[in-house]
């Protein structure tokens, strides 16, 4: 169990929050409401302290501010290829990726999966999935992803967290990708598997309230801590309408803003009939 205090609306915070819900390590989120309870539980000056969020780990190691890179290196999952050079190398482990790696490493492929966040993905967010073939009663983005990190590791594929490549030559034969630590990856087949980039609304001042109120992607983590609350979710998809499900669980309100004249030509039939029965989901087209 990862301890977390800090304050609500902080972006840093639901990184952090975000990150560990995808992963599934359990978590206790401590919001500081005043600057005593900041000295008093997290041993800092005052609620808007630059050092917050404070982790503490299990064996009462304390992370100021960390980075997810830094909680990646804590938990053990941060490490250095182990070879010079690959059969098979991934980027992006969602279940494209995933997938990849699976069958790439079960044929004895020399493996490697590579990814800059959490394993799993845009479905790694998604509260329940119903539609997944061998799950008849759903499954969760997260369990979906650990089974697949699971069953690729198995098979021997490596997995490096916290990595992001920043270019690549596919000129000597071989495509080698530079990671923006400055690893090399080396393979002899590369598979971009590096899935979606969010539309943004452009909004003004939505930079400043991106991760503190204004989320891209489901935002499964946030959904119990704000009971009662009114939440927009702007988009007609099958993850915009697995998140309102999930939400209305918890929220006083949700309302989906649609593009399109109704949700039946982007969404899929099961979910247009959850939300059509949910009594406080709404949806604007």
Not at 257 to 284: C, F, G, P
Request: overall charge negative.
């Amino acid at each position: 169990m990862v301890k977390i205090y800090g304050r609500m609306r902080s972006a840093e915070g639901y990184a952090i929050r975000d990150f560990l819900h995808r992963c599934d390590i359990p978590f206790e989120w401590i919001e500081l409401n005043s600057d005593e309870e900041a000295v008093e539980l997290a041993h800092v000056q005052h609620r808007r302290d630059s050092r917050l969020p404070v982790c503490e780990f299990h064996d009462g190691t304390r992370l100021e501010c960390p980075t997810v890179r830094q909680i990646t290196e804590k938990l053990g999952w941060f490490r250095s290829p182990s070879r010079s050079e690959y059969d098979l190398a991934i980027y992006g482990a969602g279940p494209a990726g995933l997938s990849a790696a699976v069958y790439g490493a079960s044929e004895g492929l020399r493996t490697v999966l590579v990814e800059r966040w959490a394993v799993g993905g845009q479905a790694g967010s998604t509260s329940k999935i119903e539609n997944y073939l061998g799950f008849p009663d759903g499954v969760s983005g997260t369990e979906l992803a650990e089974r697949a990190r699971d069953q690729a590791v198995r098979f021997g594929a490596e997995i490096l967290l916290a990595r992001a490549g920043v270019r690549a030559d596919f000129s000597t034969g071989n495509g080698i990708v530079y990671l923006e630590d400055g690893t090399r990856i080396t393979a002899r087949t590369s598979v971009c598997a590096t899935g979606v980039a969010y539309r943004r609304l452009e909004l003004p001042d939505e930079a400043r309230f991106s991760g503190a109120g204004v989320y891209y992607g489901a935002g499964a983590s946030e959904a119990s801590l704000i009971r009662g609350e009114d939440v927009y979710i702007v988009g007609g998809g099958n993850s915009a309408g697995q998140a309102a499900m999930h939400f209305s669980q918890y929220c006083n309100r949700v309302t989906m803003v649609v593009r399109d004249t109704s949700l039946k030509s982007t969404l899929s039939q099961y979910l247009i009939d959850r939300i059509s029965s949910a009594s406080n989901i709404e949806v604007l087209t």
